[in-house]
């Protein structure tokens, strides 16, 4: 098999993986709402009603947990971004495993020549 054969799968990898692109803009992390205290001892959040939802964006980066205060304005549009990157992260896995299975189905085809 000639190596321009043994790769005829590459044009359709080229195109599935820019068609990935389409999913632009994306951010990797979590939204999380939280209530929180300020410290003031006669603040109505000493005696339970907390202050909030105020919103984080939390992520990991060289192994530790990092955060982002999100302005409530910007929440819509970051759920859509983390969403993004969730369908593009299980669009590339299935991508991947397709191709790894093309690989193996190739090598068993020229191990039975």
Known sequence: MTARRSQ???PKARQQFQALARLLPMVAGSL????????KPRCRCQRGQKHGPLYYLYWKE?????????????VRELRRQIHNYRRFRTELTALLRGQRQAWQQQLKEEHHR
């Open 32 to 39: 999380v709402e939280q209530y929180v205290s300020c410290g």
């Open 8 to 10: 005829s799968w590459l």
């Open 62 to 74: 060289q192994g530790r947990s990092r955060s982002l205060y999100v302005p409530r304005e910007q």
